[in-house]
């Protein structure tokens, strides 16, 4: 067996996050096995830290859980940290301030969109 080092994932803390999360939305074991394609015994061994998991796993049960996999690694959100980083950027801005980088930040939005098509 191989010695686990710092640099290797913690599967317990990503099972406990899984469980947690599938908890959260009463979702059982055997509905996300077989959403994210896998079986309910192996889901239980992922959520137990026990078995490591692929990408494409981890991939497909983040989605089935609306989460995304930085979520499940580390039990943040990015969405959350930039939300927080807005806040803070907002937090001295004045009403029309607000206003005025909403709408920036708007119209910078869609034109990312429209390069995207």
Not at 20 to 42: M, N, V
Not at 65 to 75: A, E, H, K, R
């Amino acid at each position: 067996m191989r010695k686990k080092s710092d640099g290797d994932l913690n599967l317990i803390a990503v099972g406990s996050r899984i469980q947690q999360r599938r908890k959260d939305l009463h979702i059982s074991q055997e509905i996300l096995a077989e959403k994210a394609g896998i079986s309910t015994s192996s889901l239980s061994l992922i959520e137990n830290g026990h078995i490591n998991l692929s990408v494409m796993t981890l991939s497909r049960i983040a989605h089935e859980l609306n989460c995304t996999m930085d979520d499940l690694f580390y039990g943040i959100s990015n969405k959350d940290a930039y939300m927080e980083e807005v806040k803070k950027a907002l937090a001295d801005c004045s009403d029309q301030e607000k206003a005025f980088l909403v709408g920036l930040l708007m119209d910078a939005r869609q034109r990312l969109k429209e390069l995207k098509k």
